[in-house]
């Protein structure tokens, strides 16, 4: 009889459930955040520029809001379902939390492959869903970002779309309602790498803790979007070497090294890593496998397995992607002393610039890339030591420590506030 497939909602519940334990979660905070605030699935249908009528799923998923107004990116993918969407949502939480961010958690998406899709048609489809989401998004309620497949743009076509639908004269005000939007349409300076750099400044720090020379290091990069190229090129000044990268297209190899910038403008132009002419196509299994010392994966969830685990042949692991290594990974990489950064506090630059850009439009305010940047290297660093203080106190892992530093922060909340009525 074939095992069933644990869900992802699942994996997080797991590791809620084991951190809760752990630290002894007060019995009616436990209950609340086992469970999302708000789900929605729309249906919309949108009609195309050569007038051809499509319909499509999307999902937003609200987790908790107790320490401010929902946060999460809107993601575009085949694969897309509510499952998923309510475990990002909830990580979101974590997140926000151990970051001591003013945001709950939230997530979206639309099932949907906009590689099928031109770009007129994904903004009609980006445009139907805004307007069809409604005030279940607003500037201090449900704020959106970029996520898996979207940009920048699309954000800016969700600004125009929620904005025809207030009076003209709240407009202005409503800039928030997104972020990740491009720099010329409200967007923050280093959104863009937010949160690539997030991970690299954990590396940094971890590598100082550890004695480790990052000038040494060969790294290996899982997913080659947003977040995986820029944490790629964002380690080179340090003179690591990039060994090897996987993404939907196939896995590469170079023992020499594979210079990002160039690989950044090939993917560009190719859509994907396969036939990249300055390194060797290799196995999935084989990329796994390669020799270096930290992988970076920066996918899709659940792709650090009981399987792929084992090959892996480094010292850390630093989550770029949200939720890439499953519990049978995780027991794994324990048993082999493999470091772990988790995702909720790795990945967590991409939310904490997206506040910054929040911010910066409802004081009508504009920071420069230094400003921005020296704002995220203290606030990761400080969730970073959040974290590794649990790991002492708790005598537990990094991933389970994530989880205690950010019910912690979420408990003492709920008992200031009080539960109404």
Same mark, same amino acid.
């Given at each position: ?41 729309? =249906? ?18 609200? =987790? ?145 803790? =550890? ?211």
């Amino acid at each position: 009889m074939a095992r069933r497939k644990v869900s992802t909602y699942e994996n997080v519940t797991r590791q809620y459930n084991a951190a809760a334990d752990l630290m002894g979660l007060e019995d009616d905070v436990r209950k609340i955040l086992a469970v999302t605030r708000n789900e929605f699935v729309v =249906h919309f249908p949108v009609k195309m520029p050569d007038g051809r009528l499509e319909v499509f799923t999307g999902y937003r998923v609200q =987790h908790n809001n107790v320490l401010g107004p929902f946060k999460g990116g809107l993601r575009y993918h085949p694969a897309v379902e509510l499952d998923e969407v309510r475990a990002l949502a909830t990580w979101m939480t974590w997140k926000c939390a151990i970051a001591n961010i003013p945001f709950g958690g939230a997530k979206g998406g639309v099932q949907v492959d906009p590689s099928r899709y031109s770009a007129s048609e994904i903004e009609h489809i980006t445009r139907r869903f805004t307007f069809d989401l409604g005030d279940n998004i607003g500037p201090e309620y449900d704020i959106p970002a970029p996520d898996v497949n979207t940009n920048p743009q699309i954000m800016a076509w969700i600004l125009d779309t929620y904005l025809s639908t207030v009076p003209a004269h709240e407009r202005q005000a409503c800039i928030h309602v997104v972020t990740g939007k491009p720099v010329e349409a409200g967007g923050s300076q280093g959104r863009n790498k937010a949160t690539g750099q997030g991970v690299v400044f954990c590396i940094e720090k971890w590598a100082k803790d =550890h004695d480790v020379d990052l000038g040494g290091v060969k790294f290996m990069v899982q997913g080659f979007g947003n977040v995986g190229s820029w944490a790629a090129r964002l380690m080179r000044p340090h003179g690591a070497k990039l060994v090897a990268v996987e993404d939907v297209t196939g896995a590469i190899a170079n023992e020499a090294g594979i210079d990002a910038d160039e690989l950044k403008r090939y993917v560009d132009d190719a859509g994907g890593v396969r036939g990249y002419p300055g390194a060797a196509p290799v196995e999935h299994e084989e990329f796994f496998g390669t020799k270096a010392d930290i992988i970076i994966p920066a996918a899709l969830e659940n792709q650090i397995t009981g399987k792929t685990a084992p090959l892996l042949k480094v010292k850390l692991v630093a989550e770029g992607a949200n939720g890439p290594t499953d519990p049978e990974g995780d027991e794994v990489l324990q048993d082999q002393g493999i470091h772990v950064i988790p995702d909720i506090l790795c990945n967590a630059g991409g939310v904490t610039v997206s506040y910054f850009e929040w911010l910066q439009n409802k004081r009508s305010e504009f920071w420069d890339l230094e400003e921005v940047d020296g704002k995220l290297h203290r606030m990761m660093i400080g969730a970073y030591e959040r974290v590794e203080n649990a790991v002492e106190s708790y005598k537990t892992d990094w991933r389970t420590a994530a989880y205690v530093v950010a019910l912690s922060h979420l408990e003492t909340v709920y008992k200031r506030r009080g539960i109404f009525p």
